[in-house]
């Protein structure tokens, strides 16, 4: 799974909107690939990682919870 995938079984209110991309939407979770490892202490799924989370609702989730959702 993808880490947009798994922040959406998480969080089943999330939606196309909260997130960032491109400067295409005001979203206010920002994910991010550099194609390579992500920085340490970043939330990630393989390359992509949390940059930024701006939820004015929701936790940003820890790895722990990322690493638990399975398919």
Do not use: C
Not at 35 to 62: C, F, M, R
């Amino acid at each position: 799974m993808t880490l947009t995938e798994k922040l959406k079984k998480l969080y089943n209110t999330l939606t196309r909107e909260d997130f960032r991309a491109d400067g295409f939407n005001n979203g206010s979770i920002v994910l991010r690939n550099d194609s390579k490892a992500p920085p340490d202490g970043k939330v990630k799924v393989g390359n992509d990682y949390i940059d930024s989370w701006e939820h004015p609702t929701l936790a940003q989730p820890t790895q722990a919870q990322i690493d638990a959702i399975t398919e």
